[in-house]
């Protein structure tokens, strides 16, 4: 889930940006330190939007740099058990799935890929189910539903399900809407 966070925190500023307005030094600073950074509790920092208020800057010995509290809002993502989500699959190999979602990468456990059995075919990574003749492979769009989280600074496991109705490739999904039109008719 994307948040949009306002945090206070203490930010240093080095000699570099002295030159620069006290919030835009800031603003640099936070961009440099924190964006793109995973924090289990939060989740990933992907942008500073905003710098509010700068306090007084305090300066820490045998250090050149200036150490501002601030407050600032940070825009956040952090997948949330039973979200549904949209991903593209980036790598298959014969245990299931990896799947980016937004800026981080979740996995389909081949157990979690479909209601059908299936065949891995190594040379194309390509599962392909055996009664409805669907295939996944790299560059498909899914939609999936997040079944565990699990985040750390080390590892960071996701899990992700698409064995539920209208879950899978989306090219999955128009297929079973056609043949549900066709069904009407």
């Known amino acids: 889930m994307f948040k949009l966070l306002t945090i206070k925190d203490n930010v240093r500023v080095l000699p570099i940006k002295f030159d620069l307005e006290i919030k835009e030094a800031v603003k640099e600073s936070l961009q440099e330190t924190v964006e793109g950074k995973l924090f289990p509790e939060i989740g990933v920092f992907l942008s500073i939007t905003d710098v509010d208020e700068v306090g007084d800057g305090s300066i820490v010995p045998e250090d050149g740099a200036i150490h501002y509290p601030a407050q600032f809002k940070v ?8 979200e549904m989500i949209l991903g593209e699959i980036v790598d298959v190999t014969e245990f299931g799935a990896f799947t980016r979602i937004g800026p981080i990468d979740a996995l389909v456990h081949v157990s979690q890929v479909m209601d059908d059995k299936m065949t891995y075919d190594p040379k194309n990574s390509i599962f392909t189910g055996k009664r409805t003749s669907n295939k996944l492979q790299e560059g498909d769009i899914v939609r999936a539903r997040v079944v565990g989280v699990s985040l750390g600074k080390g590892r960071s496991k996701i899990s992700l399900t698409m064995r539920q109705p209208t879950m899978g490739s989306l090219a999955w999904i128009d297929k079973e809407k056609k043949n549900a039109k066709k069904v009407k008719k």
Request: glycine letters at 0%; charged letters at 25%; aromatic letters at 12%.
């Open 75 to 82: 825009l956040t993502y952090k997948p949330e058990p039973n």
